[in-house]
């Protein structure tokens, strides 16, 4: 029996495409994504407040601010230097009103850290649960 050495079997097209490779990469995509898919949804446990519905009368209200602040280990009630004590007692007498009023808490840039948290412990202190902190957005 003579062998014969034609190549064109060899160069004739492959009627059809082999997929195997194309399953394997499949089921690898799926075991990593259900693997990393759980990892994304980690989250941190908070309870969150619980809204008041006799909130929703205040809202309807126009808000009042009042602006506290602290530089250099002063603090201001609006544009006028106080010292603690007078602080306290203005706290005081605006948690007395009852009108709502949200405190707008501001620093210096140059104010330290301490001193921030020291104003927000008077403000927790006498009572005061409404509060906003500005900040100012640098356009540089």
């Known amino acids: ?24 990469l499949a089921f690898s ?4 994504f259900m693997i990393t898919t759980p990892l994304l949804e980690q989250t941190i446990p908070l309870e969150l407040p619980v809204e008041d519905p006799r909130d929703d009368a205040q ?3 126009e808000v009042q601010f009042q602006a506290v602040g ?13 010292d603690r004590s007078e602080m306290r007692e203005r706290l005081v007498a605006l ?6 009023t949200v405190l707008n808490v501001r620093a210096s840039g140059l104010a330290s850290y301490q001193e921030v948290i020291d104003l927000l412990s008077l403000i927790q202190d006498v009572g005061l649960r409404r509060i906003s902190l500005d900040t100012q957005v640098g356009l540089e």
């Open 95 to 100: 948690r007395d009103r009852e009108d709502g």
């Open 59 to 61: 809202r309807t209200t």
């Open 1 to 24: 029996m003579a062998r014969t050495f034609k190549r064109s079997e060899r160069l004739d097209a492959l009627a059809e495409p082999n997929i195997t490779p194309l399953i394997d």
């Open 70 to 82: 602290v530089e250099g280990g002063s603090y201001f009630w609006g544009d006028q230097r106080i």
């Open 29 to 32: 995509l799926l075991i990593i």
